[in-house]
């Protein structure tokens, strides 16, 4: 029901009817549409994701993933690691100092960080920097122009200038990422922080708890080794579910900072109707998000030795 036709990308301006119907032939859209939906699947499932129609024209649709994927996970497992990090300590810092200052105004922060969306913050901020003339630190882009992409061995741009010691680009790219990270690990962070914080209260309240410190256990042995394990099997699943959010997010992110993502890539297959690289990006965050699942599904039997 979306505009375009697959079968005219790839013919000349002045094509005949018959060379039309050889490529709807050619590309099985004759086929009934049950038909084509179970050879969909099968090419999906053995790698056959077929050319780029417009973006990338005439590029395997499987080699332009492997290429800009990492670009987005890079930035993914950095954002998740410092907004996990720093929303568990954030939130536990708030829930042992409930309703005192720290807490009022942490709590004052993370209700106006989850009320911005992610693309709103990011344009907010790539707004203030053109306002104010900051040109320390960048905003827009992966790299400077003096320095040169390593090889690819990974893919992953971050590992490969470390493999190939070309130690400048690690540092002119990770310099590049400060922005998109922060905007990204803060809406993440605000989130993380109040589950935990509401997860610690609650764990702080239960009997085990007073028996614990009656038995003469201190504050931090009774947080480390019996709240913070509790509380966190709740944040988990919070984190698991919000992960779409995150892949969500690096759409809006990636075309305000112009960063050669995934998600740049899915706004270019979109607005340019390229079918088959649009269908592969969707196919490629619905197989992320469940990786992510997995993961925190073990996650709960490791901290939790009753799920085990």
Same mark, same amino acid.
């Given at each position: 029901?979306?505009?375009?036709?697959?079968?005219?990308? *790839?013919?000349?301006?002045?094509?005949?009817?018959?060379?039309?119907?050889?490529?709807?032939? %050619?590309?099985?859209?004759?086929?009934?549409?049950?038909?084509?939906?179970?050879?969909?699947? /099968?090419?999906?499932?053995?790698?056959?994701?077929?050319?780029?129609?417009?973006?990338?024209?005439?590029?395997? =649709?499987?080699?332009?993933?492997?290429?800009?994927?990492?670009?987005?996970?890079?930035?993914?497992?950095?954002?998740?690691?410092?907004?996990? /990090?720093?929303?568990?300590?954030?939130?536990?810092?708030?829930?042992? *100092? %409930?309703?005192?200052?720290?807490?009022?105004?942490?709590?004052?922060?993370?209700?106006?960080?989850?009320?911005?969306?992610?693309?709103?913050?990011?344009?907010?901020?790539?707004?203030?920097?053109?306002?104010?003339?900051?040109?320390?630190?960048?905003?827009?882009?992966? *790299?400077?122009?003096?320095?040169?992409?390593?090889?690819?061995?990974?893919? /992953?741009?971050?590992?490969?200038?470390?493999?190939?010691?070309?130690?400048?680009?690690? /540092?002119?790219?990770?310099?590049?990422?400060?922005?998109?990270?922060?905007?990204?690990?803060?809406?993440?962070?605000?989130?993380?922080?109040?589950?935990?914080?509401?997860?610690?209260?609650?764990?702080?309240?239960?009997?085990?708890?007073?028996?614990?410190?009656?038995?003469?256990?201190?504050?931090?042995? =009774?947080? *480390?080794?019996?709240?913070?394990?509790?509380?966190?099997?709740?944040?988990?699943?919070?984190?698991?579910?919000?992960?779409?959010?995150?892949?969500?997010?690096?759409?809006?992110?990636?075309?305000?900072?112009?960063?050669?993502?995934?998600? %740049?890539?899915?706004?270019?297959?979109?607005?340019?109707?390229?079918?088959?690289?649009?269908?592969?990006?969707?196919?490629?965050?619905?197989?992320?998000?469940?990786?992510?699942?997995?993961?925190?599904? =073990?996650?709960?039997?490791?901290?939790?030795?009753?799920?085990?």
């Amino acid at each position: 029901m979306l505009p375009g036709d697959p079968a005219m990308y *790839k013919l000349p301006p002045n094509f005949t009817p018959e060379e039309y119907a050889y490529e709807v032939r %050619r590309l099985g859209l004759d086929q009934p549409i049950i038909v084509q939906f179970f050879v969909y699947m /099968f090419d999906v499932f053995t790698g056959n994701w077929g050319y780029s129609l417009t973006v990338h024209r005439s590029k395997e =649709v499987w080699g332009l993933i492997g290429e800009f994927l990492p670009r987005s996970l890079e930035i993914m497992f950095i954002t998740m690691f410092l907004a996990i /990090f720093l929303g568990v300590k954030a939130g536990k810092y708030m829930a042992i *100092k %409930r309703n005192k200052p720290t807490d009022v105004g942490l709590r004052f922060v993370t209700y106006i960080g989850s009320s911005i969306p992610s693309y709103v913050g990011a344009y907010l901020i790539a707004a203030f920097i053109i306002q104010t003339g900051i040109t320390i630190i960048p905003f827009s882009g992966l *790299k400077s122009g003096y320095t040169e992409i390593p090889p690819a061995i990974t893919n /992953f741009w971050l590992l490969d200038s470390i493999l190939t010691r070309n130690f400048a680009f690690f /540092f002119d790219y990770l310099w590049h990422l400060i922005v998109p990270i922060s905007v990204l690990t803060f809406i993440q962070f605000v989130s993380i922080a109040r589950q935990m914080r509401s997860s610690m209260l609650e764990v702080l309240e239960m009997d085990f708890i007073t028996a614990a410190y009656a038995k003469g256990c201190t504050q931090r042995m =009774v947080l *480390k080794k019996y709240a913070l394990r509790n509380a966190a099997l709740p944040t988990i699943s919070h984190t698991s579910m919000t992960f779409p959010r995150v892949l969500a997010s690096f759409i809006p992110l990636e075309v305000a900072f112009n960063l050669q993502g995934i998600g %740049r890539l899915f706004y270019k297959s979109l607005t340019h109707t390229d079918y088959n690289l649009m269908i592969a990006c969707v196919f490629t965050f619905a197989i992320a998000s469940l990786v992510f699942t997995v993961i925190a599904d =073990v996650l709960f039997a490791v901290i939790d030795p009753r799920i085990r």
